[in-house]
């Protein structure tokens, strides 16, 4: 991939935690490990695994308080337990997500190391993304007694701690308040610094600034006398002066609550589409059907996920098969497809994000080599630049309804194309589908499937037929990923 090559409609991305990676890499090494140090042959790996773009979470400072607040807190040292039997005191560092500054914490090399690893990244066709987080900040961020007037004031005078309006509050940040201007224009400097040192940003929380969200959440508190009252959106501002500085920076917005939609007008490149995950999870073929009938802009700019730091592991969430058909979901609608360390592995325990490092866990070899023959299949250009569209299962025969637990499309370009067909059901089926593939007709077509290397052969005119089309077979939750040869060879 070139960086910033707005053609590639669905790039690939591989989130990694920082520190546990480094932790990781360090134990094998046996040394420690900074960002300047990481292997080339692990560098190597993740360009072979063909991903765009690496998302390294939780590089930033996060000074004091938010590390002693994570280690006295009962409901979390429970869960710390259960994810690290011989959890000790400094495994707890606190939460990513409660920055005390935008510098790469010195544990981790620093931002000379954070450079050193990007130019690295940069070499191998790779792109880095970090954190930007614009609703909150640490209790102990420089701000608080630089800037008190950008945080929000709770009645009895003392800053407000972040939050979701739907959930009790983060107690070891600080809100920052988004109905003034000097806070909007803060937070744009910061952004523009981060962006200096990488190629694109996870922004987290991204609707929770949004102007009507932010009133819903916020009308009790007034702003600060001393402050400006803001007009428009923030992002709109915000991504207008990266836009400009860096044309080609990549914004991905974590978001939720049937937001995508705006947040993706407002300038979001990608935004996170936790539809998706639901109804991978717990819907039906038909609602996944219905979710990926959107328009194609829509879908481009979604980013397709199974798991992240916030979401179980989906080797503990799903069995093996259900998990495979899911994944081949993932991995070849249009969006972002974006993976998370140790899914590919098969890891099935989430580490809290407030440790820094994590259990050991025996590899499932075989969901190893599934993600490896997905991702090679990814890599084909018109899974990434062809012309989308859903394909229509209907039955194979008289009164036969498994069709209706399939999801099938085809990805279709000049010289090559894609079929995709996914039974969604917990029994077997069988469906017919009409390939509206150009360039087959009057040809014969191979159809190779690059997860269970099968392969067949149909004519084209069969195929493009309604009468007949590709007839197909498939066990519960069972998965074809054809390539499509076209041609009499």
């Avoid at 070499?123 to 701000?143: Q, S, T």
């Avoid at 005078?157 to 509050?169: E, L, M, N, R, T």
């Avoid at 407002?266 to 059907?289: E, I, N, P, Q, W």
């Avoid at 058909?325 to 070849?332: E, H, M, N, P, Q």
């Amino acid at each position: 991939m070139i960086l910033g090559d707005t053609s590639v409609h669905s790039p690939a991305l591989y989130e990694i935690f920082a520190r546990m990676w480094l932790y990781d890499l360090g134990r094998v090494k046996g040394a420690r490990v900074t960002l300047a140090d990481v292997p080339d042959e692990e560098l190597d790996r993740l360009a072979r695994l063909g991903f765009d773009y690496v998302y390294l979470m939780g590089v930033w400072t996060l000074g004091e308080v938010g590390p002693k607040i994570a280690r006295e807190m009962p409901s979390l040292r429970a869960e710390y337990e259960r994810a690290l039997p011989d959890l000790g005191q400094a495994d707890v560092i606190g939460s990513p997500f409660a920055v005390a500054r935008y510098a790469v914490d010195p544990s981790l090399g620093g931002d000379a190391a954070l450079a050193v690893l990007r130019e690295k990244l940069r070499a191998r066709g790779i792109g880095l993304l970090l954190d930007f987080v614009p609703n909150h900040l640490a209790r102990d961020h420089h701000w608080i007694t630089e800037r008190p007037e950008l945080f929000v004031r709770e009645a009895n005078g003392q800053i407000a701690c972040g939050k979701d309006p739907y959930f009790p509050p983060w107690t070891d940040t600080a809100q920052l308040d988004f109905r003034a201007a000097e806070t909007r224009q803060a937070s744009i400097e910061a952004l523009l610094d981060v962006a200096s040192r990488c190629d694109g940003v996870r922004c987290d929380m991204a609707m929770l600034v949004l102007s009507d969200v932010f009133q819903r959440t916020w009308a009790h508190a007034r702003r600060a006398e001393e402050t400006r009252e803001a007009e428009g959106e923030f992002w709109a501002e915000a991504i207008d002066a990266v836009r400009e500085r860096y044309p080609t920076f990549v914004l991905l917005a974590e978001a939720y609550w049937d937001l995508e939609w705006r947040l993706q007008t407002l300038g979001f490149d990608y935004t996170y589409d936790k539809s998706m995950y639901d109804r991978l999870l717990h819907g039906s073929a038909r609602a996944v059907r219905g979710h990926l009938s959107g328009s194609f802009d829509y879908q481009a700019r979604s980013a397709r996920f199974l798991e992240n730091h916030d979401e179980p592991r989906i080797a503990s969430a799903l069995p093996p098969d259900r998990r495979k058909a899911a994944t081949v979901l993932l991995g070849t609608t249009p969006g972002m497809r974006f993976f998370h360390d140790g899914q590919l592995e098969g890891r099935k325990i989430r580490a809290p994000v407030q440790l820094a490092r994590r259990a050991d866990e025996r590899v499932d070899e075989a969901s190893l080599a599934f993600h490896h023959a997905l991702l090679d299949a990814m890599k084909l250009d018109v899974l990434r630049r062809g012309r989308f569209a859903l394909l229509s299962p209907r039955a194979a025969g008289p009164g036969s309804t498994s069709f209706e637990s399939f999801v099938a499309y085809r990805w279709d370009a000049r010289a090559s194309a894609v079929v995709v067909v996914v039974n969604l059901g917990p029994a077997r089926g069988h469906c017919t589908l009409t390939l509206d593939l150009a360039g087959i007709a009057g040809r014969n077509v191979r159809l190779v499937d690059r997860i269970g290397g099968e392969e067949y052969r149909r004519s084209g005119d069969e195929l493009l037929d309604d009468r007949r089309g590709l007839y197909v077979e498939l066990p519960a939750y069972g998965a074809h990923l054809f390539e499509v040869k076209k041609g009499n060879r």
